[in-house]
């Protein structure tokens, strides 16, 4: 009973901290551990608390805003965390149900609840979901949201229910301008509906997520999907709804999910009951309706202690905070680093050693400091006035610091040559980071034509170098004499220039002294490059015609060569990929397109052409479905590479 009351008691905290003041104090892995364990222990002993916050749906209405109590409740979900309980909760369904059992799959949204309220066909009303029966009146603040519907064909009174969401392309742009940055797009949104002045919440373009319709009467609506269909009727903007009768299904497709594929925050995906007659016999618990769950997906974000902040410095001269963390698990790996940008954003974010950061990880890349955790306190970070690697003053350009010894400092040059053999460059097998620096420390070896000099005897100086590896790796070297014009642009490591700029630059000018000897306007004119990239292309020969005419005096000067030239299959189209081929990976698709003539998009747009799409294909084949595009499968896309 103490750990209960302790438990208890610290809950409520946190969320009148995150709800009611709109400054979280941990992140949500956090709250959901301690949440659990309560429930365990309520489960063990039968003994529940009178203010455990496992009774309340949410947390009580702030109480400078008017109180609006909502037609039906509004309930909040069962949860699952594996497959086994989901299986287990689809048994429970199909036994009550009699047999087969229709079920619709949705995101579960992470923002903020909202009932809107229409009468007469006109916007009334809005409210935050409150304890689940009254909400807050937060209708000036929902006015200023540009997707809402001022006026519906339903003439009936309606509570429409949907999340209030800030897009991550909203919260980048708003956290580019503001003095003080927002942690993240969640505590955006929650802080922006519960501010007093609709000003700032207009400055936060947030967006609302229809999924439910909480009371229409005369609706005559008998299925979720009959409900998603009335709210698009009526104008509200809703997502994806998934309909099918096999649990297996719905399974895989929550296993497909990339949540780093959408502008919105998820934190799992909600299984509903189709029919709303079979919802009425299931019924509802004291918080939740049966007839639903959510699948709750791992947590990205957490918080922990800033230990210390190291420079980096990159083949650029340009020096990179990087965090060193308390290590703390997130995502299934144990983190001990992150990245801050650079010192404005420390800065910005209120960042300090020996603060408690919250840090978000996605997309399996290093995670991202967001922010410091209010009051924690800390020792300041400060700017470094010298390089950490060669001691020489740094230059501030911008928002970031640089090293100018470009060829006097190791990591840079290091950084250069590694760039050089990299897989999207000259792709030089087998040259590794430590590779590199036994090259630099050992054979001198300052710049990546040197590379082609090398001799067996010179890489019998290093460790690891045996006659098998040694031979490998001078085969390697030969080999990328051979690599195409787009590769070797991008393996010059002109600043602002991918692989993608690299391929329409090599198109463009066919020969790497066409394009040394374009002016800043020429290049500028090509639509991918721009001011600032020709800018860049312009100073790089500038500075930089030596190391080239050096690869071309041993023979490397790719000329470009494209089926393009030729008429190739995907000549002239814009192809986007979704989801897995068994015959190809990605990079191996996109450059089977590139080398008949297609352009491989990262994302659909009105100008796509065509979408191929494997196995668990997202988003994007629903957008491209929205927009008429091609769509074709696997077996037609390998022939049309046999064309």
Known sequence: ?????????????????????????????????????LVRLERATGNVLPDSPTKRVGGEPVKLFGQHKHINRLYSLDKCNSFDELRAWNEKIRKAAGGKVFYTLE????????????????????????????GEDVTEQVRTIKSIPFRIPYMGKLEAQGEGIMRLSALKEYNERAAEPLKNARNGVAGAIRNLDPKVTASRNLDIIFYNVNFAPDAGLASQTECIAFLKKNRFKTDRLDRTDSIEEIIARIESVDRNALDFLIDGMV?????????????????????AIAYKFEAEETTTVLR????????????????????????????????????SDIQRKKVRKGSRVFIRRSNDVIPEILGAVTGTGGDEILRPERCPACG???????????????????????????????????????????????????????????????????????????????????????????ADLPHFINALGIPNIGKKTARDLAERFRNIDALMAADAQTLAAIPSVGEVIA?????????HRDFVERLKAIGISPVYESAFDNGGTFSGLKVVLTGSLAAYTRSQAAAEIEKRGGTVQ???????????????????????????????????????LNT
């Open 535 to 543: 800018g860049s292309v312009v100073n790089y020969f500038r500075e």
């Open 1 to 37: 009973m103490n750990r209960m009351r302790e438990l208890v008691d610290l809950l409520n905290e946190y969320a009148y901290r995150y709800y009611v003041l709109d400054d979280p104090e941990v992140s949500d892995k956090e709250y959901d551990a301690l949440y659990d364990e």
């Open 308 to 343: 210390d902040v190291v420079w980096q410095v990159g083949r650029t001269g340009k020096l990179t905070p990087l965090g060193l963390l308390e290590p703390v698990e997130l995502c299934g790996a144990t983190i001990s680093k992150a990245t801050l940008n650079n010192y």
């Open 392 to 482: 020489t003053p740094v230059e501030e350009i911008g928002a970031h610091l640089f090293c100018p010894n470009e060829n006097g400092c190791m990591p840079q040059i290091c950084g250069r040559i590694e760039h050089f053999a990299s897989k999207d460059c000259m792709d030089i097998e087998g040259i590794s980071e430590k590779t590199v620096r036994q090259l630099h420390d050992k054979l001198g070896i300052t710049s990546a034509d040197s590379l082609y000099s090398l001799r067996a005897e010179d890489l019998a100086e290093l460790e690891g170098f045996k006659d098998r590896k040694t031979e490998n790796f001078l085969k390697a070297v030969e080999k990328s004499r051979g």
């Open 107 to 134: 995101y579960k949204l992470d923002g903020l609840t909202l009932c809107l309220t229409y009468e007469n066909g006109l916007f009334l009303s809005a409210a935050t979901r409150g304890n689940g029966e009254t």
């Open 602 to 640: 990262s994302s659909v747009t009105k100008e796509t052409d065509m979408v191929i799409a494997g196995e668990a294909a997202g988003s994007k084949l629903d957008k491209a479905s929205k927009l008429g595009i091609k769509i074709i499968g696997e077996n037609e896309f390998i022939d049309l």
């Open 271 to 291: 299984i509903k009951v189709d029919d709303f007659s079979l919802r009425a016999q299931l019924g509802y618990t004291d918080k939740f309706p049966r007839w």
